[in-house]
């Protein structure tokens, strides 16, 4: 017996980018959960300092945001690259725009119990001028 392969590994990882992807467009804390871990870490420093927070009270945050959806924002996301660490480590570097800003996430997903989770998103961002 065989385990998955590569191609159902990026297969795998591709569907956790979409929703998350979807999450963030809908500002949808059920969704987001379905895609991140409650252990994981939500990390910046594009303001400044330091900001961390847990997966429960980033999830908080997307619940008090406005959805983009409802702005009628046209949506911007893409995956930039997908790589594979190892058999239960992957990396996603992706791109999306919520309002003025143009986030780069780095999504570092780990295999647990035979899914992929997000297990920390770190990210950085820009502004942009045309919405």
Not at 13 to 19: G, S
Not at 20 to 49: I, V
Not at 70 to 92: H, N, W
């Amino acid at each position: 017996m065989t385990g998955p392969s590569y191609a159902d590994d990026f297969q795998a990882i591709e569907a956790v980018t979409a929703t998350y992807f979807d999450a963030l467009y809908e500002a949808d804390s059920a969704r987001m959960a379905q895609a991140m871990l409650p252990q994981a870490l939500y990390a910046t420093t594009a303001e400044g300092p330091l900001l961390c927070r847990s997966q429960p009270d980033y999830l908080n945050v997307l619940d008090q945001r406005e959805p983009p959806a409802q702005r009628g924002e046209k949506r911007m996301d893409r995956v930039q690259s997908i790589s594979l660490v190892g058999p239960s480590t992957a990396v996603v570097v992706a791109n999306c725009a919520i309002a003025e800003r143009y986030f780069t996430d780095v999504l570092t997903l780990v295999r647990l119990e035979g899914r992929w989770w997000i297990i920390a998103k770190v990210f950085d961002f820009e502004l942009r001028q045309e919405r």
